[in-house]
């Protein structure tokens, strides 16, 4: 059985014990009282729902490994899907050409560039799409840790100290890469958001886990088995550096005094739920925050100065599991839609979030004033 899986009473027992702490820390007079560390029925509802979904993250690793294009029966649908993206790109481009030529100074022009505009938001959101899926197969495929071990058994480091301290360190650091892009590619972000989704902070969003994992492409965890670790060993540290992170999700620990500064704790993680401006990705570390501060991703908790204010920078105020797992992937595909150029399709899905929400603000207002314009000259 799954580490993860098997912790399941540790879990509940300890969510127990934090939600009495934080009942009384509310009767305490001398105690200072954070609301969001509090336990609330919606909310925590939604954090264990999506814990429940994440356990078909297997499945669906399972199902998109199945669309890689390769020869074979099991190649048919992965070629397809390829056939698929080519010719959507190809009606997108000459559908882009077309609606920017068009007369629209008279109905015959204002009608051909309706019709392309049609063809260029539903051909750049199936290309983008199927793209993406045989990108993610094709990447989950060739880079697997079994796959990668065939090459890598010459190279075994065994399972003594050596074997151990590769494969807990060297998942910590690849761990810290994918978390660090699944923060500035907003392909990505679109998986993770849903941890980050809740305006509360206490165990329970420790549970909030996505369940699109097996739709991107990271930094390869088999590439540790490429340089002799054993594959039993790698997913044991997956196993291993998760259920650590479950306790640092946590308002009841302030600090763990001189181990602060080795490793990620219950303050640092604080800092990297926030939605306040210094606090933005910031702190991605797994277990080890060393990472952060090598890299230079670190900020320090400062209660008092910047006290951190949980949830995305825009809130999805919903408790829908179907609307926490997806919004963002529905509001990418809606500013593919909407654009009118390949670059601006690419880059609402490979940039940042925070470049998409501000670009998607500019034509927000470009149609607006368009809008307004056409008004007037009507």
Do not use: C
């Amino acid at each position: 059985m799954d580490l993860t899986v098997a912790v399941t009473p540790l879990y509940f027992g300890s969510m127990a014990w934090e939600n009495r702490a934080l009942q009384r820390r509310v009767l305490d007079a001398n105690s200072v009282e954070s609301p969001a560390a509090n336990y609330t029925k919606p909310d925590t509802v939604a954090s264990l729902g999506m814990g429940v979904l994440s356990l078909s993250t297997p499945l669906t690793i399972a199902a998109v490994r199945y669309a890689m294009p390769r020869r074979g029966a099991k190649g048919r649908i992965g070629r397809v899907i390829v056939g698929v993206a080519v010719v959507s790109a190809a009606a997108t481009t000459i559908a882009d050409v077309v609606s920017a030529r068009a007369d629209v100074a008279t109905a015959a022009g204002r009608r051909m560039k309706a019709k392309a505009r049609k063809v260029a938001e539903v051909g750049g959101v199936t290309a983008i799409a199927s793209a993406g899926l045989v990108m993610s197969a094709t990447s989950a495929f060739l880079t697997g840790s079994k796959r990668q071990w065939v090459k890598g058994e010459k190279r075994d480091l065994g399972k003594g100290v050596v074997g151990w301290t590769a494969a807990m360190v060297g998942w910590d650091l690849v761990y810290y890469w994918n978390h660090r892009l699944m923060h500035e590619v907003r392909a990505l972000w679109a998986i993770h958001v849903p941890h980050h989704s809740s305006e509360h902070y206490n165990l329970s969003t420790a549970l909030r886990q996505p369940v699109a994992g097996a739709f991107g492409v990271f930094v390869p965890y088999g590439a540790l088995a490429r340089v002799g670790v054993r594959p039993n060993l790698i997913e044991t540290s997956r196993a291993l550096n998760l259920i650590y992170q479950y306790w640092i999700h946590t308002d009841t620990v302030r600090s763990i005094g001189p181990m602060e500064a080795a490793l990620n704790t219950p303050s640092h993680h604080r800092v990297h739920h926030g939605r306040n401006k210094r606090y933005l990705d910031r702190n991605h570390g797994g277990i080890l925050i060393i990472w952060d501060k090598l890299f230079g991703t670190f900020q320090r908790e400062l209660p008092k100065e910047d006290p951190v204010v949980y949830g995305l920078t825009r809130n999805i105020k919903s408790y829908n599991l179907a609307t926490v797992s997806l919004h963002e992937y529905r509001d990418m595909f809606r500013d593919v839609a909407r654009s009118t150029n390949w670059r601006d399709r690419l880059s609402f899905v490979l940039r940042g979030p925070g470049w998409a929400y501000d670009r998607r603000d500019e034509l927000d207002a470009e149609a607006l004033a368009s809008a307004v314009e056409t008004s007037a000259a009507d």
